[in-house]
């Protein structure tokens, strides 16, 4: 049987991770793997988080199942960090998931479901993981435009134009906050247009929020979310806890869906729970019970956003001090919306074969694309980056 498996294609991030790895030079810089670091290039462990698991390790008394939706205290706890009210209760339905990855792919199972002749429109351009699922789903699959690489910022024009073509049923996933891989992310008032042109056309938003509190705030990083929430009677939330919880490897994330009244969100929350049982049963549970901890506990919490805030001030810190950097290397205001971007992620707009000499020549690596992140980089090598940018330009 086995020999009738094809090979598949390599993931890109993970190729590129095992080149860096086996690169001997000692100057080389990692700015293609999607995680925070901090100025010595560790991925540290927050303060409340080792705290909260200190505190779960001595009140703990049994590693036993879970529910099949996850615990309901870490649903209700994620539900009021995001969404602070902006849905009535009884409309929302929840699982905890393995990660913002466990919780599209869920989404789209519960969409597959649901409808399966239902179109996704993916941003252009998006995560690659979104268009491989799909794929893989065989859900019909669509894009809009997004990003103008010209001017680093949004192509608005161009995606009202194509969401105008969304049909009704459809579902059209859209970035809650930093955008990923761009950084490019709309205004408020681009937000209330998406909106209200994406209600008139009776679509289904899929917002995946994997980034709250990288980018503007905790609280601002979700108002448009929240937005998004209370102006449609349906609608897909896919959030993630390894960015601002800093817990990767916990495989912490939760699917919330939003449903027109308390009747249906029975329904819907049933299928979610049918869902989960079908793919891993009962949902990784240590993250989980941690970030319940935090955000239950009034001390860890305020020490929880602290320190997620300092994580955000040093990339918007990066940021700037890049495109200083890059203005004065190129002599150019080229690259000066890379301050403007938020979140990990911003496209330099390099080619291919600019982006493979980074790599050869200074031992940079990035996405082929020219993604970088900008948490890969500190203060010392911020100069580093931009003199070696403008040399291939």
């Known amino acids: 049987m086995f020999d009738a498996l094809k090979a598949q294609p390599q993931d890109k991030i993970l190729q590129l991770i095992a080149m860096f790895r086996e690169d001997t030079r000692a100057d080389k810089i990692d700015l293609g793997v999607g995680v925070y670091k901090d100025p010595t290039g560790l991925t540290p462990v927050m303060r409340a ?43 929302l339905a929840s699982v905890a998931t393995p990660g913002g990855t466990g919780a599209i792919r869920q989404a789209l ?36 435009r997004y990003f103008d690489a010209a001017s680093g910022g949004v192509d608005f024009a161009g995606m009202m134009e194509d969401l105008g073509r969304v049909k009704p049923g459809d579902v059209v996933l859209l970035h809650g906050c930093c955008h990923n891989p761009t950084g490019a992310n709309l205004t408020a008032d681009q937000w209330a247009e998406a909106v209200e042109l994406l209600a008139g056309r ?21 108002s448009a979310t ?60 240590h993250g989980a019970r941690v970030v319940t901890v935090i955000l239950e506990d009034a001390a860890l919490t305020a020490d929880w ?35 403007r971007h938020r979140g990990m992620f911003s496209r330099l707009g390099l080619t291919e074969a600019q982006v493979n000499r980074l790599r050869e020549e200074h031992g940079i690596y990035m996405v082929g694309d020219s993604r970088i992140n900008i948490a890969g980089l500190n203060a010392k090598t911020v100069p580093v980056l931009a003199r070696a940018v403008a040399s291939v330009l």
């Open 202 to 222: 009776g679509a289904l938003p899929l917002v995946d929020l994997a980034y709250q509190g990288f980018g503007d705030g905790l609280e601002a990083d979700a």
């Open 49 to 91: 988080v080792k705290a909260a698991e200190k505190k779960l390790w001595e009140a703990e008394t049994t590693k036993t199942y879970t529910a099949l939706a996850g615990e309901p205290a870490y649903n209700m706890a994620m539900r009021r960090m995001i969404l602070d009210g902006a849905v009535a209760e009884e409309r």
């Open 226 to 285: 929240r937005l998004v929430a209370e102006s449609f009677p349906e609608v897909l939330i896919a959030a993630s806890c390894s960015k601002n919880f800093g817990i990767y490897r916990e495989r912490t994330g939760i699917l919330i869906a939003v449903s027109k009244d308390a009747e249906a969100t029975k329904i819907t929350q049933g299928n979610l729970a049918f869902l989960n049982r079908q793919n891993y049963s009962f949902p990784p549970d």
């Open 109 to 144: 199972e519960l969409v597959k479901l649901a409808d399966p002749k239902a179109t996704v429109w993916l941003s252009a351009p998006t995560w690659p993981n979104h268009p491989s699922i799909i794929k893989y789903l065989g859900i019909p699959m669509a894009e809009y």
């Open 305 to 339: 956003k602290a320190e997620l805030e300092e994580v955000r001030l040093n990339m918007l810190g990066l940021r700037e001090q890049l495109a200083e950097e890059l203005r004065k290397a190129t002599n150019s205001d080229r690259f000066d919306f890379v301050a």
